[in-house]
């Protein structure tokens, strides 16, 4: 990712608050040379320590010159209606609902359904979609599935079309990055299943329309409220009698961990495949909560498809395995990992989460493993903003440790 200066008017706005402070100052001279994170990194001035004010800034100004990257990243995309990802694309179709609110706006992202049949079935599901939830204020995105198969929403690739999809909603039409909805029907419901504790580090709320769940697990999803609806008589697959069996499994997986699992099931009785749209109650639901991108805790369990990074920290790529979990909670300035299947572990850090003026203690099942103040740099800021690709993480701090085996 490069981070350029593609207006001057963009980068006068941007450095207008920008203080005297010595590494703010070259970060300037850096961006006129339009080098790469990856070079900013090198740069001595991006590895000096900053207050937390000059972090603020330094993140104000990196902000900008993302969001204008891109809005011109996805310029053609969203003049065309589809992304593009080697030889796949993804048709989408977008509405928008209601006055902004102060705080931006939302983004439903709603699945359709169909499956493993004729792109043309797949086309009328589809346009049904489209027009199936109006939320009362956000932008309704309808995307059609890059493949016509029974696992269309959660082929390896969805995720980064998701990722497309919300940095460029963020960037060119004011959505709040905490207020992103997942939800989906039928085959779009077996997507959410898959989906939303799949990139749990990503949504405000998910709900799961007349889905079938496979071998997905709810573990991920202890920071992410959720919603399963299904017609009692909707026993295709064994729909009905999976709901009410994950149902279950959220249930006690909140009361095993208090705060943590907000969820609701709805069995609704005498409706098959089709619950009339009384499932549309979940956008009002969902549209209550917002997403902690910092979260006291953390339980991460891979997906088939791995993602190296979640909330608030990373494993090495060549240990991401299916099933690897890690469990990490934070209270104050000191991080206990709980239980971890990784030799090492990156934790990332910013002034919502500890003083980061202040020694910070990482714990290991009670083992401390590391104590010591952490620099906030613009390398960092950079780096984390580089390869999350999602403003709230973008962090100044960070710290590598490695495991007892």
Known sequence: MRYRVF??????????????AQSVK??????????SAVELSK??????SLSAEEAREASSMLESLWRAQ????????LEKETFKRGNLQMKFKAITYGDKPADGRSLYISMHGGGATHARVNDQQWSNQIRLYTPDEGVYVAPRAPWNDWNMWFKPGMDEFFEMLIQAAVATMDVNPDKVYLLGYSAGGDGVWRMAPRMADRWAAASMMA???????????????????????????????????????????????NGGYIHETHIIKGKGHWMERIDTLAIDWMAKHQRNPYPEKVVWRQEEVTRKAFYWLSAPENECRHKATVIASREGNTINIESSDYSRLTIYLNDDMVNLDKPVTILY?????????????I?????????????????????EVELPQ
């Open 211 to 257: 889905g079938h769940p496979g071998e997905a697990s709810q573990v991920n999803l202890r920071n992410t409220p959720y919603m399963i609806w299904m017609g009692e008589n909707d026993a295709a697959y064994n729909r009905n009698e999976l709901a009410v069996k994950h149902g279950a499994i959220m249930d006690s997986l909140q009361r095993a961990d």
């Open 7 to 20: 207006l001057s008017a963009l980068f006068a706005v941007a450095m207008c608050s920008v203080s005297s």
């Open 26 to 35: 070259e970060l300037k001279r850096w961006v006129e040379h339009n080098l």
């Open 43 to 48: 740069e001595s001035f991006a590895n000096k």
């Open 379 to 399: 390398a960092n800021l950079a780096r984390t903003l580089d390869d999350r690709g999602d403003l709230r993480y973008m962090f100044p701090a960070m710290v």
């Open 365 to 377: 099942k009670g083992k401390k493993l590391f104590k010591g103040k952490l620099p906030r740099t």
């Open 70 to 77: 891109m809005q011109l990243r996805h310029k053609d995309a």
